[in-house]
């Protein structure tokens, strides 16, 4: 092969990869997509009825946890089955804590009231016109529907997060330090059945996982 002969076929080679790339790798959406609509971890909103969704600094995904796989033996061989239970991780999200002078409440009053509006009431302020017990409807009720939507450049809703049986189970209040100025926070843990997943096209065209 002559010197000549062997440019060639290296333009050649060059040529046919940047068609390709510029294609798509043969017009595949996917590669192309990725190339052109990378998702970003703080393009998202949490949509709690109540709960302002600009304070909120960060969110958990839900995930789904398997239950470990089951082991047999047949002679000197192990098979392995699925262990046939899925279960729900618990997500978390921060809100800073905000106020108005204007009023008797803060961030961190609005997530107390989701707790204690139906469910549950401390020992010196029980009503027993109005007793609570706890109960997981009331503290589903109480909370409202939650979703995580994460949007697109322009602002589209593109992924959605939908939870099912969510009710609040766990409120932890950040640190008060003399030697900080950080901005308060507080993390809340939510508890639920499952949760359903949504990618929404252009289009309106929806799929639900």
Known sequence: MTAT????????????ISRQQQAGLGGDPYFQASRQSIQTQFRFLLRINGVPFALVKNVIRPSPNFSPAKEFQLLNWKFKNPGGIVSWDNISFT??????????????????QKYKTLGYDNPNQIDINNLKDMSKSDLMASLGDVIIQVIKPDGDVYEQWSLYGAFVSGIKFNDLNYEGNSVLDTTITLTYDWAALTYIGSNGQTKTY
């Not at 002969?5 to 046919?16: C, E, M, V």
């Open 5 to 16: 002969s062997q440019i060639d076929k290296r333009n050649n080679i060059r040529n046919q």
């Open 95 to 112: 809100i800073a804590e905000v106020f108005d002078n204007t009023l008797v409440d803060s961030i961190a009053g609005i997530i107390m």
